[in-house]
């Protein structure tokens, strides 16, 4: 049964920053790209960042610079680095591994920047 874990959500004021981390169990993440995707109230879910296998990353534009995603295959987790947080960063932040057909979401995490 493949589990994946978000947590390190909360409640952040503008200008401040969040570390979150996704832990992932029945499977091991060595092999998929790893994403984070958030979904702000009324909104369709959007894509934040990504880092694949051999660790390259991407990001959506209205992040660059400001998040960092990371991942750690012994720790079995990848991670995402919120500096610089804005109130339009408001959300529930999903984490997904991908591999081939493959594809598994995680539960979200509640992320609110105050303004």
């Known amino acids: 049964h493949v589990q994946l874990q978000a947590s390190g959500g909360g409640l952040v004021q503008a200008g401040g920053s969040l570390r979150l981390s996704c832990s992932a169990t029945?499977?091991?993440?060595?092999?998929?790209?790893m994403r984070w995707h958030r979904q702000a109230p009324g909104k369709q879910r959007e894509l934040v960042a990504s880092i694949t296998k051999e660790k390259i990353q991407s990001y959506a534009g209205g992040v660059e610079g400001r998040f960092t995603i990371s991942r750690d295959n012994a720790e079995n987790s990848v991670y995402l680095q919120m500096n610089s947080l804005k109130p339009e960063d408001t959300g529930v932040y999903y984490c997904?591994?991908?591999?081939?057909?493959?594809?598994?979401w995680g539960q979200g995490t509640l992320v609110t920047v105050s303004s």
């Open positions: 997904d591994a991908q591999r081939l057909f493959y594809r598994y």
């Open positions: 029945g499977i091991s993440i060595n092999e998929y790209t």
